[in-house]
């Protein structure tokens, strides 16, 4: 059983940066692929940005490229996603999650792929 507990969400205005932090139990970490998801009211989740267990590939979706970095420290089993020139409609409740784990090589890139799930954090950014 893997547990992650997400950090680092709050209120920032638009232009701003902020940094989520996702914690991972289990011995398996550096094996899974591991994926930032984001949900906004009335929308269906989304990945936003995933990262192979070796950190060799990464995904963003289009709507963060260039603005989001993915990242992930296998020796203190957490995933970062650093967010930088936060738009209003980047407001939502973003979740860390973590894939079977597998080659280190690779990014989960759909969202059945992912098994453990933490609760979320929350990302209001004002205009």
């Known amino acids: 059983q893997v547990q992650l507990v997400e950090s680092g969400g709050g209120l920032v205005q638009a232009g701003g940066s ?55 420290d296998n020796a203190r089993n957490t995933v970062y996603l650093q967010m930088n020139s936060l738009k209003p409609e980047d407001t939502a409740l ?18 059945d792929e992912y098994i453990y799930w933490g609760q979320g954090t929350q990302v209001t950014v004002s205009s």
């Not at 009335?42 to 603005?67: F, M, N, P, Q």
């Not at 280190?104 to 890139?109: E, K, P, S, Y």
């Open 18 to 72: 902020v940094r989520l932090s996702c914690a991972a139990s289990g011995r398996t970490f550096r094996s899974s692929p591991m994926g930032w998801f984001r949900q906004a009211p009335g929308r269906e989740r989304e990945l936003v940005a995933g990262i192979s267990g070796s950190e060799v590939s990464t995904y963003y979706t289009d709507s963060v490229k260039g603005r989001f970095t993915i990242s992930r």
């Open 94 to 111: 973003y979740y860390c999650a973590a894939a079977r784990p597998g080659s280190t090589l690779r990014v989960a890139t759909r969202s």
